[in-house]
């Protein structure tokens, strides 16, 4: 019988469940350690699928098709969480799946994920559960305004929430999410984003990079900076906070933590995201070890590599019409680019990003 902590060999198959660009980063990290990948995607040309070995197009419930990619790979993992739980818990009969169906289901479903929080005792926004317009009124009455009304399934970037103030219609807010199970959040006073991304490989070695500051515009991540200014003791708390929650979830892969920095140096999670992150993408080329690899290794059981950030970076996201100024992106030698092979530059997708490196200490504030 197969030891469960045993490493994939290089030279076996990853099955990564998702097909957009942290699948096509991770799957370019996954051939430069020597592994196949082969992508399941409903997607035909999806950003994965044009650097993957092998690939599956097919929907997420198609039952025949979930069970021939499950066997045709030695070890399965997913590069969003918004695949059916469902799907990655049938898959959990045909190979190992890492992180587990139930990391998935946690971090995938906003009362879940708060609710675990406060189970391990780490702060939140104040919260409410709702799933009447009936109880967005009690919701609103107990945690006041401004808040925020969040799907508690399936939004990112922005998407899936709207902004609740005094004079807001709860029953028109309820219905511009598509209501359906939601939490509302109360607002926080905080001076910085920040996110932390850990690292833990079967057996529970882990290893976190360097917490960062994240700035969105619109709801989407505009530029993240490593590392974040913040003072050493708060920076320790926010990588103890990702490692006690990897922890607690049984955690093999990568997790990334989103918190709110406050005045007083409180830190407030605000979400996870159970494999690489927007926010990792300076790790390409500022730190010893990408995010991407990190994620193979930890999903393959081999040893974690070092995270030591050899450079400050900016990242910075490329939206729509952004990624088509890749001569002028490049035409600065100390950018280093990179898009992910999308086809249609919609306002606010993510085409790509831009790391731009500096000396240790040496980056520009503010």
């Known amino acids: ?6 490493p994939i060999a290089p030279g076996s198959t990853i099955g990564i469940v998702g097909g957009g660009q942290l699948g096509r980063m991770t799957a370019v990290a996954a051939a430069e350690l020597g592994y196949k ?4 995607t409903p997607e035909p040309n999806a950003p994965a699928v044009q650097v993957a070995k092998h690939a599956t197009v097919a929907p997420y419930d198609n039952q025949d098709a979930i069970e021939a990619f499950g066997r045709m790979v030695d070890v399965i993992t997913f590069e969003f969480e918004n695949v059916p739980a469902e799907t990655v818990r049938h898959l959990t009969a045909l190979a190992p799946v890492r992180p587990s169906w139930e990391c998935l289901a946690v971090c995938q479903d906003r009362i879940e994920e708060k609710s675990f929080c406060a ?22 009455a107990e945690i006041g305004a401004p808040a925020v009304l969040k799907t508690a399934r399936l939004g990112y970037d922005g998407k899936g929430q709207v902004r609740i103030h005094d004079d807001t219609d709860p029953a028109r807010a309820w219905d511009e999410i598509g209501g ?9 006073e905080f001076e910085q984003e920040v996110s932390v991304i850990t690292a833990r ?8 990079f360097d917490v960062v500051e994240n700035r969105h515009r619109d709801g989407i991540l505009d530029v993240t900076i490593a590392p974040a200014d913040i003072p050493p003791e708060v920076a320790e708390a926010a990588r103890d906070i990702g490692q006690k929650l990897t922890e607690a979830m049984d955690l093999v892969g ?21 494999r690489p992150h927007n926010s990792g993408h300076w790790t390409q080329d500022g730190c010893a070890t990408s995010q991407f690899e990190q994620f193979v290794r930890a999903v393959c059981g081999l040893p974690l590599g070092a995270t030591v950030r050899h450079s400050d970076t900016v990242m ?9 100024l890749w001569e002028q992106h490049l035409s600065d030698p100390g950018n280093k680019l990179h898009l992910y092979g999308k086809d249609d530059a919609k ?3 993510k085409m790509g990003h831009i790391n731009r490196i500096y000396a240790k200490g040496s980056q520009p504030k503010g």
């Open 1 to 6: 019988m197969r030891n469960a902590n045993a």
């Open 37 to 40: 990948v082969h992508i399941f």
């Open 119 to 140: 189970e391990l005792g780490i702060e939140t926004a104040p919260w409410k559960a709702v799933g009447s317009v009936e109880e967005l009124h009690t919701a609103i």
């Open 180 to 188: 359906g199970p939601a939490v509302l959040e109360g607002f926080v």
């Open 201 to 208: 490989r079967p057996g529970g070695e882990m290893a976190s």
């Open 254 to 274: 990568l997790l990334a933590v989103e918190m709110f920095v406050t005045k007083g140096g409180r830190l407030l999670v605000n979400e996870m995201a159970p």
């Open 316 to 324: 910075k996201n490329l939206l729509g019409e952004d990624a088509n």
């Open 347 to 349: 306002p606010g997708r």
